[in-house]
């Protein structure tokens, strides 16, 4: 409870006039106004974020948090309940997309077991063992987790962006059989949006299954009396250990003044989570590709950000959000590289 709530403290908005000035230098460059749009944008975002015009993104890491959610014994999921330990331990190996991803774009990968039910016997160099609970309750029938539970998980997230300090750049990622049910019923929670536009079929539901999964995250929202109320308490009620890590990401990213990456639907809900526990949070995020789920239309709506990668994908782990980076390190590179009129015609003489 101490880490989390001196991290609140810390918390402070990016720094506009670094970011008004980055506009400047853009500007200033040999190009029409604003014509590398997106670049553009994440160039002066990450100045603000950095509070410096000459950034270089050399460390990168990618963090995907694992946990398995009770809510599966609902049938609410298509999914084998064993995959999220199956599919951490596969990425552990580089057999699995985000290991491969991260591999062939230069990016650090370490994987946060933060509430998988089954115990990973190997060893894994890049494996954080926080393993809080061993899956959360089935939330029809009790909150998913404690109060407690659920801030030590948003702290195991603050703390590893803190151990981390040495990268430039953070992104996330998530693991967890039932989790588009989890985050479903938190974005139904938070926006009280339509249901139908919020709830999709995750792994690849049945048209039953959908059907039941709307009626429990329904019912849930409406038991737990959860319209309007604290983040902390929706999360805790319906969420899953995997989003509250990621939250606890984001939180360390806002207060360390790193920039993170948001992933697809569950990472988003996370972001929207930190959203609420604290709007400073936003500045320090970056909204990377848009994920099949229907809800993502609201997250992006509701967050204000903007995604820029269509990729069809609906994946997870944090796939979207790695293949960002070579954007995103190209919008510095242009920046620093790209010369003014001025100085292009005295080196072309
Ligand atoms: O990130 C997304 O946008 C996304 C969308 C649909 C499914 N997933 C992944 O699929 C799993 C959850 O699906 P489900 O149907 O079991 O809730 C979980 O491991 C997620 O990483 C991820
Ligand atoms: C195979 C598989 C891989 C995943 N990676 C993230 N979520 C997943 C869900 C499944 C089912």
Do not use: W
Request: hydrophobic fraction near 40%.
């Amino acid at each position: 409870m101490e880490l989390y709530k001196a991290t609140l403290k810390r918390i402070k908005p990016a720094n506009t006039e670094v970011a008004v000035e980055a506009k400047k230098i853009l500007d200033e460059k040999m190009k029409p106004l604003g014509s590398l749009g997106k670049l553009e944008e994440l160039a002066i975002q990450i100045s603000g974020i950095t509070g410096r015009l000459d950034n270089t993104i050399l460390k990168k890491l990618h963090l995907v948090a694992s946990a398995d959610n009770g809510i599966v014994e609902e049938g609410v999921s298509s999914c084998p309940i064993e995959y999220t330990k199956i599919v951490s331990e596969a990425m552990l190996s580089k057999v699995a997309a985000i290991g491969i991803l991260c591999d062939t774009l230069d990016v650090d990968f370490k994987l946060i077991d933060i509430g998988i039910a089954g115990e990973i016997d190997r060893k894994y160099p890049n494996l954080y063992r926080k393993n809080v609970k061993k899956g959360t309750n089935n939330f029809v029938y009790e909150p998913a987790m404690t109060y407690d539970e659920c801030i030590k998980a948003i702290e195991v997230g603050i703390s590893i962006v803190e151990e981390n300090l040495d990268y430039d750049i953070f992104s996330n990622g998530e693991m967890g059989i039932g989790n588009t049910t989890t985050s479903s019923a938190i974005l139904y929670a938070l926006t009280g949006e339509n249901l139908d536009l919020i709830v999709g079929r995750g792994g690849g539901l049945s048209d039953s299954g959908l059907v039941k999964k709307k009626k429990v995250i329904k019912d849930a929202v409406e038991k737990y009396n959860l319209f309007e109320n604290d983040p902390i308490e929706i999360l805790r009620c319906v969420g899953g250990l995997d989003i509250a890590c990621m939250a606890g990401i984001y939180l360390g990213c806002a207060a360390n003044s790193k920039p993170i990456l948001i992933d697809g639907f569950i990472s988003s809900v996370a972001a929207l989570v930190a959203q609420k526990i604290d709007p400073n949070t936003v500045d320090y995020m970056i909204a990377t590709h848009r994920s099949e789920e229907p809800g993502m239309v609201i997250i992006s709506k509701t967050l204000g950000r903007k995604t820029f990668l269509d990729m069809n994908m609906r994946l997870g782990e944090g796939t979207g959000a790695v293949l960002a980076y070579p954007i995103v390190t190209s919008a510095l590179e242009v920046m620093k590289r790209m010369k003014t009129p001025k100085e292009v015609y005295k080196i072309l003489g």
